[in-house]
């Protein structure tokens, strides 16, 4: 069993800055990619930004420059630093990592979701 856990979500005005934590537990061998996905009310999941082991990054367009996607290796977490937020950030946020488990399988894991509002 392998559970992903995320925190940090909340309310935040317009220009203000928030922390999404995930952390992985349970029978991890290793993780490969560690991602970020959100949904809007109305619309389709879509990836904010990935992770690679190694610490590469690629982020969609719209958070370039604003987002950043960190993770400890140690720890199994993984961190999205959200800056200059905008109302249409809005969303439910996802945290999902690719792990190897202790038995040898290999799959993608999903955290809870988290709720991020930005509105004044």
């Known amino acids: 069993q392998v559970q992903l856990v995320e925190s940090g979500g909340g309310l935040v005005q317009p220009g203000g800055s928030l922390r999404l934590s995930c952390a992985a537990s349970g029978s991890i061998a290793s993780i490969n990619d560690m991602g970020w996905y959100r949904q809007a009310p109305g619309k389709e999941r879509e990836l904010v930004a990935v992770?690679?082991?190694?610490?590469?990054?690629n982020y969609t367009d719209s958070v370039k420059g604003r987002f950043t996607i960190s993770r400890d290796n140690a720890k199994n977490t993984e961190y999205l630093q959200m800056n200059s937020l905008k109302p249409e950030d809005t969303a439910v946020y996802y945290c999902?990592?690719?792990?190897?488990?202790?038995?040898?399988?290999?799959?993608?894991?999903w955290g809870q979701g988290t709720q991020v509002t930005v509105s004044s």
């Open positions: 999902n990592a690719d792990v190897w488990t202790s038995r040898n399988y290999y799959r993608k894991y």
């Open positions: 992770i690679g082991n190694g610490g590469s990054s």
